[in-house]
């Protein structure tokens, strides 16, 4: 099972051998096996890999993650087909009935507002009761997008009143970048599963490339929140962004057992999958986090 979160962040070459990844720099030389490796994260655009080394990263679906030069995710390794059963799957997807979809994304909302609750009252904060009568008063296929009023109260509960998600400043800076993180995740798990993240369930936007990502990680922002809240950022620099891909090391719950955060992502969209696929709701596991 993959497990392994790879930084590099210093000029390096890449490449592959005997299974291996290997990262050159001028000081050292390191080697970290491929089947331990989840995601990579090139943060230096002074990085070179050999063509090599990617078909391989491919082939084993470790998710890719290029930074720009400002060491920002920027895009993402993304296969033609992630799957052997690619087009039966996508031929699926495109089938999935539109009752069905909905009613995953009324639930997928019902467990982003309860995490969000959940969180509030973690810290004491008497508006996650506002988060408990949207809860109530939500309808199917989040008809009165209890969601976009949760997250105002929501943010506003954490961040003060003046805070907006649209500014320029370090507290979004982080939490963009910790929302990334966990969107490329879900993109990885997508891709291997052989569906389009092209198509949502309720993401519809023309211009992303993953709307299906976005409705899937909806339920696990409020880790990211969690993090960014505690860590009060001033700036957005590497131990800030440590702290942020450090993340997928934490243990969660799903379905009664402890995981670690990248392992129970797999499966939590696996459980999507099925859902969608068969109309059972049942199929679908919440990941348990605090």
């Not at 023309?206 to 899937?216: K, M």
Request: hydrophobic share 40%.
């Amino acid at each position: 099972m993959s497990w392994r979160v790879v930084v590099v962040a210093s000029n390096a070459k890449l490449d592959y051998k005997l299974g291996y990844l290997v990262v050159r720099t001028v000081e050292e030389v390191k080697r970290v096996h491929l089947s331990e490796i989840g995601v990579l994260m090139l943060e230096n655009t002074a990085i070179s890999l050999t063509a090599y080394l990617m078909c391989e990263l491919i082939q084993r679906k470790v998710k890719v993650i290029f930074c720009d030069h400002e060491r920002n995710p920027y895009a993402e390794l993304v296969p033609a087909h992630g799957s052997h059963d690619s087009s039966a799957r996508i031929r699926q997807q495109l089938k999935w009935p539109e009752g069905v979809r909905q009613q995953v994304w009324t639930e997928i909302v019902r467990e982003k507002l309860r995490r969000q609750r959940a969180h509030l009252r973690r810290r004491g904060l008497p508006q996650a009761e506002q988060l408990t009568a949207y809860l109530e008063q939500l309808q199917w296929n989040d008809a009165t997008n209890r969601e976009g009023h949760g997250a105002k109260v929501y943010f506003n509960a954490l961040f003060g009143l003046e805070f907006t998600r649209t500014d320029g400043s370090a507290l979004n800076a982080a939490l963009n970048y910790g929302y990334s993180l966990i969107l490329s995740a879900i993109n990885r798990e997508i891709s291997a599963a052989g569906y389009l993240n092209q198509l949502g369930i309720a993401h519809e936007n023309t211009y992303n490339p993953f709307n299906l990502g976005c409705d899937f990680m909806e339920p696990l922002r409020p880790l990211v929140d969690g993090v960014v809240t505690d860590m009060k950022p001033e700036k957005l620099e590497r131990e800030e962004k440590m702290m942020l891909v450090n993340l997928f090391n934490r243990q969660v719950q799903y379905d009664g057992k402890q995981q670690y955060l990248f392992y129970a992502i797999r499966l939590y969209c696996g459980g999507l999958f099925r859902a969608l696929q068969s109309g059972d709701i049942a199929e679908i596991k919440w990941i348990e986090y605090e």
